[in-house]
């Protein structure tokens, strides 16, 4: 457990436990407040309710995405956020990639589309209007062709097995971070190489809520 009663003191944390260790994941969680994007316990290392059936993943996995993902979030490069929620793990991204990169957040919620748009208007302003952070509403499972190809995929829900379509949207060279799995779910990087082969390694399990439709979300 990383948690903190700061923004600075948890990623600190982080840093310690070995989650994160990259100085520019270390400089993007700490400029990227995520009390911006997180009402309840923004510190505290575990997931939050921000409505709507959605939750905030815990910042160590945030942690481990952006470490995961980091050389593929240079400066300049493309990148997609699925299940983008809050948009704090967006936000981090669209620090990485700097000013001439971009990020696209997408989420079937409305709801929680118009709060991290707010949130990210509110603090970073600039991001959304010089196009640097796009958030959309759609069904993220099949990606957001609008923008694509992508360097790198973050996916923020479980899969039930491989994400094929969003595979398709991935560059070559690109890399997927995802929890894949019903009963038991797996973080899996699946990377792409130059010639278009896909790889595919599981890191860790993991318990996260499902890559559904709008409707069972707000049943569950």
């Known amino acids: 457990m990383c948690s903190g009663t700061t923004n600075i003191e948890l990623v600190k944390n982080l840093a310690q436990a070995k989650i994160i260790s990259c100085k520019r994941v270390i400089s993007a969680m700490r400029t990227v407040d995520r009390a911006h994007f997180a009402n309840q316990h923004p510190y505290e290392d575990a ?18 995405a952006l470490e995961n993902l980091n050389q593929y979030l240079r400066p300049g490069m493309n990148a997609l956020d699925v299940g983008s929620g809050s948009g704090y793990l967006t936000a981090c991204m669209a620090e990485m990639v700097g000013a001439s990169g971009h990020v696209v957040g997408i989420d ?11 949130a990210m208007e509110r603090h970073y302003p600039e991001w959304i209007q010089n196009g640097r952070v796009h958030l959309v509403v759609g069904d993220g499972r099949k990606g957001y062709a609008p923008m694509a190809p992508y360097d790198c995929i973050h996916v923020g829900a479980a899969a039930p097995e ?19 799995g ?14 278009g082969n896909v790889a595919r390694r599981q890191i860790m399990g993991v318990r996260y809520v499902p890559l559904t439709d709008l409707e069972k979300q707000y049943s569950a």
Do not use: W
């Open 47 to 64: 997931p939050q309710c921000i409505g709507f059936g959605a939750t905030i993943s815990a910042p160590h996995m945030h942690g481990y």
């Open 162 to 180: 491989e994400p094929t379509d969003l595979l398709s949207q991935l560059k070559s060279p690109g890399r997927m971070f995802v929890p894949v």
């Open 108 to 118: 079937h919620a409305p709801g929680l589309v118009s709060h991290s748009k707010a």
């Open 182 to 195: 019903t009963s038991e779910q797996y973080i899996v990087v699946y990377d792409k190489d130059t010639n």
